[in-house]
């Protein structure tokens, strides 16, 4: 008997996420749409975002760079040092500081705001009026996750390429034409568009799973802060598992 409800809980809780994403698919095709909650959720993900957006771009960007031209330098190719930012930039820094900023910032914060409506009941009190709370919070959300990340990592790129080209020309006197000339060496419109699909899946499941979480409170205010964590883990979790397959697609793709 403990063996089955330890068993049935994660059951239950996977069946009733699948049930949410399914609604919540639905909810993005029908009418009308929340565009007030959308745009308003836009802008509160985006304001909780781009700062550490930026914090952790130049730094991770800066240290790649460096030790990339060190390298090509003691081989005589540091006029290759722009294919190396852009190909680390691109593929793998993009995408891992949107997981790191929609997971540990976004995402707990819509968790956070949907939690503390569910323990104030009102959800309930939206359908009592006959107003479905999946049309009416969780899709605005959902997609405002979407959108904002394909944003934060359309920034992450430039602001990435542009800190490296600066850092490799002024700081380690790297040629500015060779470092502009090998920006599309091996990167293409092709990696760009990938690393763009990546980005809009892991706002998606991002913002899915912090729906859920938030929708699925349980135990007043001390429920909301076991959320947020479990949303932080859960996030985390799926967005790399979606990174790794996605670029071993990308791979197989752009080969």
């Not at 091996?186 to 913002?207: C, H, M, N, Q």
């Not at 859960?234 to 990308?250: K, R, W």
């Amino acid at each position: 008997m403990v063996a089955s409800g330890v068993i049935a809980k994660p059951v239950r809780a996977f069946g009733g996420f699948y049930s949410m994403a399914l609604d919540t698919f639905v909810g993005l095709f029908s009418l009308p749409f929340a565009w007030r909650e959308f745009i308003s959720q836009s802008w509160f993900v985006a304001r909780v975002s781009i700062l550490p957006t930026l914090l952790l771009t130049i730094p991770y960007t800066v240290l790649l760079t460096f030790i990339e031209t060190i390298l090509l330098t003691e081989i005589g190719a540091a006029d290759f040092s722009g294919t190396g930012a852009a190909l680390g930039t691109v593929r793998q820094i993009g995408p891992i500081v949107t997981v790191l900023v929609v997971a540990g910032a976004g995402a707990t914060a819509m968790c956070a705001d949907l939690g503390a409506r569910t323990i104030r009941e009102e959800l309930d009190a939206l359908r009592v009026m006959g107003i479905n709370p999946i049309h009416a919070l969780v899709v605005p959300r959902v997609l405002a996750a979407t959108v904002v990340s394909l944003a934060l990592s359309a920034t992450v790129i430039l602001v990435g390429i542009s800190g490296a080209y600066f850092f490799v020309v002024y700081i380690q006197h790297v040629s500015p034409g060779a470092f502009a000339a090998g920006l599309t060496l091996i990167i293409g419109a092709t990696d760009v568009v990938i690393a763009l699909v990546k980005a809009a899946l892991f706002g998606l499941s991002a913002g899915l799973i912090a729906c859920y979480k938030g929708i699925s409170v349980r135990g007043g205010p001390a429920g909301v802060g076991n959320a947020v964590n479990e949303t932080v883990v859960f996030t985390f979790m799926a967005l790399f598992a979606i990174n790794i397959v996605a670029t071993a697609v990308a791979i197989k793709i752009t080969l």
